[in-house]
């Protein structure tokens, strides 16, 4: 069963970056598309950022578009989230998640991916 784990999250300094790793263990993870999501409290769960597999094509929701960066390394089994540019909007818990395998696309419905880790905060304060 594939098992995802975040890591990188911390409190940070408006402007300031993170990068945040999500991990996998129990299967390659370059078979699967793989989606960042975070949740603020009170608000629901938003898809921010996503890395389809095979072709490795990234997408962007508007709110981040310009901050975040996606990337892979399937050696490392490990995706990365390069946020720059933070702000206190973006306080929240960041979760990773993987489509089933049989799907390549990228979405950010939330009920499109099946695993999932269990987040890294994500603070912003001055």
């Known amino acids: 069963q594939l098992q995802l784990v975040e890591s990188g999250g911390g409190l940070v300094q408006p402007g300031g970056s993170l990068r945040l790793s999500c991990t996998a263990s129990?299967?390659?993870?370059?078979?699967?598309?793989i989606g960042w999501f975070r949740q603020a409290p009170g608000k629901e769960r938003e898809g921010v950022s996503c890395i389809q597999r095979s072709d490795g094509s990234t997408d962007y929701a508007d709110s981040v578009k310009g901050r975040f960066t996606i990337s892979r390394d399937n050696e490392k089994k490990t995706v990365y989230l390069q946020i720059n540019s933070l702000q206190p909007e973006d306080t929240a818990v960041y979760y990773c998640?993987?489509?089933?395998?049989?799907?390549?696309?990228?979405?950010?419905?939330?009920?499109?991916?099946?695993?999932w880790g269990r987040g890294t905060q994500v603070t912003v304060s001055s």
């Open positions: 129990g299967f390659t993870l370059d078979v699967y598309t």
């Open positions: 998640a993987a489509r089933p395998t049989i799907f390549r696309l990228c979405t950010f419905r939330a009920a499109d991916y099946i695993s």
